[in-house]
């Protein structure tokens, strides 16, 4: 697909509008090829883990996917509207959790969350109420007004998921989301996303390069040097690689590419 | 034409500015205390050699703290503009940044809203300085003579050379790539902005002193932003200074978003993975 697709043309592919699509993508650092026409799409209420080593081009799909840098080759379209011709409105239904911290340490959570509801338009009586429901969900309510200073890697990591949730997004994008976290803060955050997913209809695109963080049922891209070598659900790439785990498979996955570049 | 998004996200940034601001107490006192001290000890000391002719805004001979309020105004404003700029690399370090970018929001409406909230906060300095100087002149610690319509026709003066230095430092932002580097801003671009300009002596009296000084302070968009605040504050309008500052004010503004383009500013400084 061109650059300049129509929004039309991406929605008539499929019935079901893609949460997002990733069409025909590239990108350059410099000489240095980093995306080499990346293609795939998430479905809503479907988690997604993108997989890939250090320097296998994640950070700058997701930098891509966020419009932080402009997108030179290809089209990314969220819920089936394009940069290309929404600009910044295509991204009213992204959520995102980056890797690094992004709250404002010196306010509380409360005023950290109110802030950002503003951002996304909500009037206050409904940003209450939201900050109140994701708050609980994810057991941290009673932290409110506490500064975000005061709390532990875990807490805080909560509360960015609260808050990329307050506006209800149809795209969850969550950037290696449990670095340096310890192994019980990991298991809830991956099984409250996971829970998201299916019960709230939200797609996710969860990249990691630890394993466990993937279940079966999940669908995988698996990135390698800026190129997609595996796109399906985990239970097809296992079978399909005769692997047990997904770590076996990743591994594999990685020798093989590297053996046909050489 | 601004919507809802756009009234309540403005709203949301302000917010933030203000919360931060009051928390930052240290902030507040140093940008009361800077100029208060060039005022109480600096014009003290200078009033007694300083003899003002009457020159434009002014009609009579004036003390020197009276010549000298308008230059510290545009002063709060000018380390304030400095310390907004502080605040966005703060933030893109932080991330802050990238919470405000991957909103639905026109990036110059994220920018203009950066810096319209900046220089609400530079105006409550400036009127927090001038209470404190007026209260100064009722115990007759100095003699400060400002016409008290002059405080509400400096609001416009205030808000455009406000936005102005606010800009600038917008502008220096993008090409400051860490936060380590901003003492060079304070060096190079603060104090020759400052000391440069008609801030502490009338242009006048710099050209009989020497004519490339007096070049270089006609060159500097402070000294218009200082004149513009000087003339309001006396109830006149500086038409000079309004169109020096206002374009300088669209200038920085432009450089500005073109440096925080998805395609380009933040480009360099992208993380790589």
């Not at chain 1, 900050?131 to 007004?145: G, N």
């Not at chain 1, 005769?242 to 990685?254: H, K, L, P, Q």
């Not at chain 2, 809203?113 to 400036?126: E, K, M, T």
């Not at chain 2, 009127?127 to 610690?141: G, M, N, P």
Request: charged letters at 20%.
């Amino acid at each position: 697909m061109t650059e300049h697709a129509t929004d039309q043309q991406i929605n008539s592919s499929s019935d079901i509008v893609p949460a997002i699509s990733v069409e025909g993508v590239s990108y350059n650092y410099g000489k240095r090829l980093a995306l080499d026409d990346v293609s795939f799409d998430v479905h809503p209420g479907q988690f997604t883990a993108l997989l890939g080593a250090n320097g296998a081009g994640k950070s700058t799909l997701l930098s891509l996917i966020t419009r932080l840098f402009d997108t030179p080759n290809g089209t990314i379209s969220i819920d089936g509207k394009s940069f290309a011709s929404h600009g910044s409105k295509a991204l009213a239904p992204l959520g995102v959790v980056f890797q690094q911290t992004t709250l404002d340490l010196d306010l509380s959570v409360r005023q950290n969350l109110r802030y950002f509801a503003r951002l996304r338009g909500l009037p206050s009586a409904v940003a209450s109420q939201r900050i109140e429901e994701t708050l609980s969900a994810l057991e941290m309510y009673e932290r409110v007004d506490e500064r975000v200073r005061d709390l532990n890697g875990g807490h805080r990591r909560r509360v960015e998921i609260a808050r990329s949730m307050l506006h209800k997004p149809k795209l969850l994008l969550l950037d290696e989301p449990t670095v340096g976290l310890d192994i019980q803060t990991r298991r809830v955050i991956v099984d409250h996303i996971h829970k998201l997913a299916s019960e709230n209809d939200v797609a996710v695109l969860w990249t990691t390069h630890l394993m466990d963080e993937i279940w079966d049922d999940d669908h995988l891209i698996v990135l390698d040097k800026g190129k997609i070598i595996e796109d399906g659900t985990v239970k097809d790439i296992l079978a399909k690689n005769e692997a047990s785990s997904v770590s076996d498979v990743f591994e594999s996955i990685i020798n093989q590419a590297e053996e046909r570049l050489k | 034409m601004m919507n809802g998004l756009m009234i309540r996200a403005l709203y949301g940034i302000l917010y933030r500015e203000f919360l931060r601001f009051f928390q930052q107490r240290a902030r507040f006192l140093s940008a009361l205390v800077r100029p208060l001290i060039w005022l109480l000890v600096f014009s003290a000391g200078w009033r007694q050699t300083q003899g003002l002719a009457p020159y434009p805004p002014y009609e009579t001979y004036i003390p020197y703290e009276v010549y000298m309020i308008p230059g510290l105004c545009a002063m709060i404003q000018l380390f304030n503009g400095m310390q907004s700029s502080l605040s966005m690399i703060y933030d893109r370090e932080m991330g802050s940044m990238r919470v405000l970018l991957t909103t639905p929001l026109p990036r110059w409406f994220i920018l203009v809203s950066r810096l319209f909230a900046g220089v609400a906060v530079s105006l409550l300095q400036v009127y927090a300085f001038l209470a404190i100087a007026f209260f100064c002149t009722y115990f007759e610690i100095i003699e400060l003579d400002i016409p008290t319509l002059g405080y509400i026709t400096v609001i416009p003066a205030l808000l455009i050379s406000g936005f102005m230095l606010g800009a600038l430092g917008m502008a220096l932002s993008a090409t400051v790539k860490q936060l380590e580097n901003f003492a060079g801003v304070m060096n190079f671009v603060i104090f020759p902005m400052f000391f440069i300009s008609s801030a502490l002596f009338p242009l006048w009296r710099i050209k009989d002193l020497s004519y490339t000084f007096y070049q270089m302070c006609i060159y500097n968009p402070f000294t218009y932003a200082v004149e513009l605040i000087r003339f309001a504050l006396h109830g006149q309008f500086y038409v000079e200074g309004a169109l020096v500052v206002g374009a300088t004010s669209l200038i920085a503004l432009f450089l500005a978003i073109y440096a925080y383009d998805p395609s380009r500013g933040l480009k360099a400084k992208g993380k790589r993975g």
